[in-house]
């Protein structure tokens, strides 16, 4: 069995609120086609938002890419800055019109001044969490102990040094992620046949090593990631699993922002 690479916690860490960022200008285009029963005018508009839409989605990007890790891969930027979102401040129509060929379609291009969105603190979900050790021997074991506000469902990920990212819950053997509210939950759970070890990468020559890990809550069970647990006890993503990442940020973006919450934290193993 693969080695399980060792989750490290912040010492009774509330995530409820993020920082502020700059807001950022973002071009995008929008596209709608006339149908039977629509005016030109509501074609317009629907192109309009879809331009929005995408801008939105556009600026989520330029603000993820804004942050520096520890970790370059984008798996793990991604993921770790998923909680992130758009709110548009100002629109300027560059240009817009029917399609010179297709007669039927409308296409708007707009320049948006937009700005970074994070979950106020005090509103939606609480998550703390702490650790038996912050820092690690090559060979120790650990525990994570994390509560939550409000009854939900959580999922946890370690992101390796290399950018991979390993799904800890729900895995194979306790595929139950629901948890009460004000209680504390540790994983492994006892009389777990997993557990958590230091462990460095495969090959990695260095004596230290600094990783990070990911904590989700969201109030309603949701189907953030395709979960088959075909191959072993847990599921582990490569760096080049660019596709699994980015598909759980566009679900997350997805889910109302009081709705969910998150926490990131980083651990240091040494030889």
Request: hydrophobic content about 40%.
């Amino acid at each position: 069995m693969k080695n399980i690479f060792a989750i490290i916690f912040l010492i009774m860490l509330p995530v409820c609120s993020f920082a502020s960022e700059k807001s950022a200008w973002v071009e995008a285009t929008g596209e709608a086609y006339l149908g039977e029963i629509e005016t030109p005018k509501e074609v317009k508009d629907r192109a309009r938002m879809d331009a929005q839409k995408n801008a939105l989605e556009k600026a989520v990007g330029v603000f993820i890419k804004s942050h520096t890790l520890i970790s370059n891969s984008q798996v793990a930027e991604d993921l770790i800055y998923a909680a992130v979102r758009g709110q548009i401040e100002k629109t300027e129509i560059l240009h817009e019109g029917w399609d010179t060929k297709e007669r039927s379609l409308y296409r708007v291009t707009i320049k948006s001044l937009i700005k970074p969105v994070y979950p106020e603190k005090g509103e939606g979900l609480c998550l703390k969490a702490f650790l038996s050790k912050t820092d690690l021997k090559e060979g120790e074991e650990v525990r994570i102990f994390y509560e939550v506000s409000s009854d939900c469902y959580v999922y946890i990920f370690s992101v390796a040094a290399d950018g991979s990212v390993t799904l800890l819950l729900p895995n194979s053997i306790h595929k139950e992620n629901f948890k009460k509210a004000d209680t504390v939950n540790q994983f492994p759970p006892s009389g777990s046949p997993i557990r958590l070890t230091a462990a460095f990468l495969p090959g990695y020559k260095k004596n230290i090593a600094d990783e990070q890990i990911k904590l989700i809550a969201t109030r309603e069970q949701e189907e953030l990631l395709s979960f088959g647990f075909t191959e072993g006890m847990l599921k582990v993503y490569d760096s080049r699993s660019t596709g699994m990442i980015s598909d759980l940020v566009k679900r997350l973006n997805r889910i109302d922002p009081d709705k969910w919450t998150e926490t990131t934290a980083l651990y240091t193993i040494t030889r």
